[in-house]
């Protein structure tokens, strides 16, 4: 199990963005959330394993056909066992 965030940039909110990470995050079966950020982009977390994130990412990179994404930055992050056990599915928050 790894755990990654993501900062998605473009045309990113008001476009079903979030709603398409969801349902490609819960067809993976990852574990995590996604948020709009006040900047204007999106910010997401994601746990499973490192090849499921990787595809993950890639559809990040590509969004849904109402919005245009211009960059995604990635970190691969710690997973904290206490808040990741209590994380259920794949949420917008």
Known sequence: MRARKFWISGQVQGV???YFAVRVARELG???????????????YA???ARLLE???ARLRKGPMSGEVRGVEVEEVPLDKNVDARIEGFDIR
């Open 55 to 57: 595809d993950f990412e």
């Open 47 to 49: 746990a499973g394993p």
């Open 30 to 44: 990852l574990k995590g959330w996604v948020r709009n950020l006040s900047d204007g982009r999106v910010e997401a």
């Open 16 to 18: 079903g963005y979030r």
